[in-house]
Nanobody, 114 residues
């Protein structure tokens, strides 16, 4: 199992980024997938979840209305579209597999700063 995040970078407040998580080594479509972040000096924070099948989505209150999670099962890729970014969105963003979060990527750094 491998999860590889990409798409992070430096962006100004109010800007947008799209994170990707390329999955391999398992049947991607069979698993709920998660985005989790860790801000500097803080603990892990759940950001969003996307289900299998119908692809129901769930968001932390802190990102609701600004972030959109999606998945491309054909290409085994998870996405996080982040709009109207704020300073407090600065964090290392991880994708994780399944409700147990048994596998994680190494993360991609998002820095929101003017």
């Amino acid at each position: 199992v491998q999860l590889v995040e990409s798409g992070g970078g430096l962006v100004q407040p109010g800007g947008s980024l799209r994170l990707s998580c390329a999955a391999s080594g398992f049947t991607f479509s069979h698993y709920y997938m998660y985005w989790v972040r860790q801000a500097p000096g803080k603990g892990l924070e759940w950001v969003s979840t996307i289900a299998t099948g119908s692809g129901n989505t769930y968001y932390a209150d802190s990102v609701k209305g600004r972030f959109t999670i999606s998945r491309d099962n054909a290409n085994a890729t998870l996405y996080l579209q982040m709009n109207n970014l704020r300073d407090d969105d600065t964090a290392l963003y991880y994708c994780a597999r399944d409700w147990s979060m048994d596998y994680w990527g190494k993360g991609t750094l998002v820095t929101v700063s003017s």
